[in-house]
């Protein structure tokens, strides 16, 4: 008896001093949205915003308020977010760059999964298209671009902003495809913990939606966003470059369809929240809702007029900003929001530390676990944005402050002004808050890859077919 009890008692402790199983470490779904700024309606960005399904599962964890892009274009931020290393590290500034190039293999979140155990798979667009690199998933559905176009003498736009309400069912779309792929996962039995991937690109353009979404939204009761005339007067030359105010902006004023726009970029958000509805249904239904942590992130905002600027490609709030939650099965609780600032060179971390996988070192962001525990506690670190070689913004609770690489500066109180209209950067008081908050800047600004130029744009010789919009 005693020997049986002694046995037990050996057997038990070396189950307890044992590391977990890959069995055992909770799977995760990660949900990718293409240009979708704050106008989901649980951050308010527009009054007209309809996404009951993305608020949903806003409402399951903890919705990060006053979250950042790595960089505000697709291939700088998804290389920047899936590497851990920003922009300013790899060179990877603009989407012509094939960040293949400067990011490994071993660099980067899913393949640092994939080594601790993990059946990686992903669907659409996490990685920007023009560089896929499919040997690092175990399984991938890229989409085909099969989708439907305006009829034949319909307007699909209006200069390079692609809008039109399509005769099409919502399964004719490459994004109810790739939805479907990571619903089918999700069905089917996982003999490892996976990290399955599903990136959708709507409202990325064109927004050639389904009708019924655009009905949702009559053109003649649309919102237009809060534009000031003069709001460029007290911009350096580095901001006016970016917004370009006599390009989109100027060109959709004189077609008198700014309405019409932007009800196109709410109908692609209403399209989307159908598929995300569609997925967390599945993912309801699945035998994993108990063990898998959900993380939900925006690549970076969206512009329809705000500093007269259309599309992403600038460092104010309506470019930067973009939604993050996280759901993850005993830490967060339902219903929470953070209004600490961060970015998001903060999920590759936060991922590995829930999983209980080593971090490894050339990931540049900070876990942000602690905040997703308590919404409220205290956090030291800014957000920072970078568009192009030593053009940054770093973003606090408080404070927006952007320094463009012609030494170019603007200071905004968030508090106070919120839409960013009084650039406080040329007032001597301030001299101490620009002082402290330069401290966030990177101190490694890598040169543009196969390019002398500081600006961030395409190299001479890109594919320009492949340009993002």
Not at 62 to 86: E, Y
Not at 216 to 232: G, N, Q, S
Not at 308 to 314: I, L
Not at 389 to 402: F, L, M, P
């Amino acid at each position: 008896m005693k020997r049986l009890l002694l046995a037990f008692v050996v057997a038990l402790g070396a189950w307890y001093c044992a590391p977990a199983s890959a069995a055992s470490k909770p799977n995760v779904l990660f949900i990718a949205v293409d240009d979708l700024n704050d106008w989901v309606k649980h951050l308010g960005g527009h009054p007209q915003g309809a996404s009951p399904n993305i608020d949903k599962l806003a409402k399951r964890g903890v919705t990060f308020a006053n979250a950042h892009c790595a960089s505000p274009v697709c291939n700088p931020s998804r290389a920047a977010l899936m590497s851990g290393m920003r922009s300013s590290t790899t060179g990877v500034y603009s989407n012509s760059i094939d960040w293949r190039k400067y990011i490994t293999s071993e660099q980067t979140l899913n393949q640092t999964f994939r080594n601790a155990g993990y059946w990686v798979g992903g669907s659409g667009k996490i990685y920007h298209g023009s560089f896929p690199r499919l040997g690092d998933w175990d399984d991938y559905m890229q989409d085909r671009g099969a989708n439907p176009k305006p009829a034949a003498g319909q307007p699909g736009g209006v200069g390079g902003i692609t809008f039109a309400p399509v005769d099409a069912k919502d399964e004719d779309l490459d994004d109810y495809r790739i939805t479907d792929w990571a619903i089918n996962q999700l069905q089917r039995k996982h003999d490892k913990p996976f990290f399955l991937a599903c990136g959708l690109h709507k409202p990325h353009m064109p927004w050639y939606v389904p009708r019924k979404y655009y009905d949702m939204f009559p053109a003649d009761k649309i919102v237009l966003p809060k534009v000031l005339e003069t709001d460029l007067d007290d911009v350096p030359t580095g901001g006016k470059k970016m917004a370009k105010p006599d390009g989109d902006h100027a060109t959709m004023l004189k077609s008198g369809r700014w309405k019409e726009a932007v009800q196109g970029y709410l109908a692609a958000i209403a399209y989307t929240d159908m598929n995300i509805g569609r997925l967390m249904a599945a993912f309801d239904k699945s035998a994993y809702k108990d063990n898998t942590i959900i993380v939900f992130w925006g690549d970076h905002g969206w512009h329809l007029g705000e500093k007269q600027h259309w599309r992403k490609f600038t460092l104010w709030e309506e470019a930067t900003r973009a939604p993050l939650m996280w759901v993850v099965p005993g830490v967060t609780k339902p219903g929470g929001v953070c209004n600490r600032p961060v970015d998001f060179m903060s999920i590759f971390p936060t991922l590995t530390d829930l999983c209980g996988i080593p971090t490894p070192k050339h990931v540049e962001g900070v876990s942000i676990r602690p905040l997703l525990g308590n919404p409220n506690a205290q956090w030291s670190h800014a957000a920072l944005t970078t568009h192009g070689r030593n053009n940054h913004g770093v973003r606090t609770e408080q404070w927006r402050y952007i320094r463009y690489d012609d030494g170019g500066e603007e200071l905004y109180n968030e508090l106070t002004d919120p839409m960013e209209w009084a650039n406080l950067a040329n007032d001597p008081k301030y001299a101490d808050v620009k002082k402290e908050l330069a401290k966030s800047f990177p101190k490694t600004n890598v040169p543009t890859p196969g390019a002398d130029r500081n600006d961030g744009e395409a190299p001479k010789k890109a594919n320009k077919k492949k340009k993002d919009k």
